[in-house]
């Protein structure tokens, strides 16, 4: 193997074991922040010895073993070290006894590492880069080029986070009761927020960026491996995975966006459609929530063979079912439009031009657009795409509103 070949061999296992190995350190010293610190420092021995000696036959063991071996020393130098001893493993049978770890405990430690990640004690950009470096194994540039923010300011969330944790004293421990179920709510939020970034990119010339689609689901399916009885973590991967079957079908050859009504849908992945509908199932048996109602309006166009079957009248009524939001009703109004007709769906959307809240929401006037065309309106339907596109930050979408506003 070249020394090229184990760098990739390398990277590969990084991406897959370096959350386990986090979470497993943080176990012993009770800091997320120091436990990436001892990890990278494992990668780096890695890197230093891997292409001379080759990759180990358990290269997440190794990993493992030389991460927890750099914790006993950081806390052979505390004067507690003697207090800690025993719950320590012994450098001479690290490997050993981390092969003897059960299923259960590194779930168990993975769990823990989601949920200090994602603590309500950060701010959700913060939480956003913490998870996806110490869940993720992604780079502070990876991150940074992701949410198209300068290296410094994606490395300032993620040093933050971790000394917000870390002076606040976050336990690493699991929640339980009320807490637990307030700790989910911000843990499907982060992984959301970043699925939402990769669907439909807030800035930048690329509607979508597949990468972060693709992660926020690996991030789901983990979860819900791990909490297979909660109700809301199926619905939010049903969800996620529904929504990234039209990933293929969203743009054109240049990468134009192409909506919804307009995709050719023998481009739709049938797998992921299939996984997403398996996920809604069980989260219908399970009692559902919110990510659930989102799932099951994603599910009507996904079962619908064409725009023409789609059962408008069910979508609307599915969110009449959702907690009341602004975004929410002018959703709802799209879909009492299309079961309706576009005047009924102005009645709806009208009362929202008021609303602070979606001041400089480019989708108001965008949906508002659509509406005026219909009825016939045409100079205001082109008003409304101008002021569409002079709100949005998204390049391909600014370039798709301005010409469909020449078009009218």
Not at 6 to 27: D, K, L, P
Not at 65 to 85: G, H, L, S, Y
Not at 205 to 230: I, N, T
Not at 281 to 288: F, H
Request: contains cysteine.
């Amino acid at each position: 193997m070249t020394r090229a070949d184990t760098h990739q061999a390398i990277e590969a296992v990084w991406r897959i074991e370096a959350a386990r190995v986090i979470a497993g350190v943080a176990r012993m010293v009770g800091d997320v922040g120091l436990a990436e610190e001892l990890a990278q420092d494992a990668l780096l021995a890695a890197l230093e010895q891997w292409p001379a000696e080759g990759v180990p036959r358990n290269p997440g063991a190794w990993l493992m073993t030389t991460a927890k071996r750099r914790a006993i020393d950081q806390i052979r130098r505390r004067e507690r070290f003697e207090a800690r001893m025993p719950d320590l493993l012994h450098p001479d049978t690290a490997e050993d006894e981390f092969e003897a770890i059960g299923e259960d405990t590194i779930e168990d430690d993975l769990l823990r590492l989601i949920f200090t990640a994602c603590h309500p004690a950060l701010t959700a950009e913060s939480r956003v880069a913490l998870t996806l470096r110490v869940l993720g194994g992604l780079s502070t540039d990876e991150i940074a080029r992701a949410f198209l923010v300068p290296g410094a300011t994606a490395g300032q969330r993620i040093s933050r986070a971790k000394k917000t944790l870390a002076d606040a004293r976050v336990p690493f421990e699991l929640p339980t009761g009320a807490d637990r179920a307030a700790r989910l709510g911000s843990v499907l939020e982060v992984i959301y927020l970043i699925f939402n970034e990769g669907y439909s990119a807030t800035a930048g010339d690329d509607w979508m960026r597949p990468a972060l689609c693709e992660e926020a689901m690996r991030l789901g399916r983990v979860l819900a491996g791990l909490m297979p009885a909660e109700p809301e973590v199926h619905g939010l991967l049903a969800l996620m995975e529904i929504q990234a079957s039209r990933s293929a079908a969203r743009t054109g050859p240049s990468g134009e966006p192409i909506v919804l009504l307009e995709q050719d849908r023998s481009r739709w992945d049938r797998l992921l459609i299939s996984r997403g509908l398996a996920a809604l199932s069980t989260a219908e048996s399970l009692g559902g929530g919110t990510y659930t109602l989102q799932a099951a309006i994603a599910a009507c166009h996904a079962r619908a063979a064409t725009a023409a079957d789609t059962d408008w009248h069910r979508i609307a009524a599915l969110y009449a079912e959702l907690p009341p939001s602004p975004v929410v009703e002018l959703n709802r109004a799209v879909a009492v439009s299309m079961a309706d007709g576009p005047a009924a769906g102005l009645a709806v959307l009208d009362p929202l031009l008021e609303e602070p809240s979606l001041r400089g929401y480019h989708l108001l006037p965008t949906v508002r657009a659509d509406f005026l065309l219909k009825l016939g309106r045409r100079d205001e339907a082109r008003a409304e795409l101008e002021r569409a596109a002079s709100m949005t930050r998204n390049e391909r979408e600014r370039a798709l509103l301005l010409d469909r506003a020449s078009g009218v």
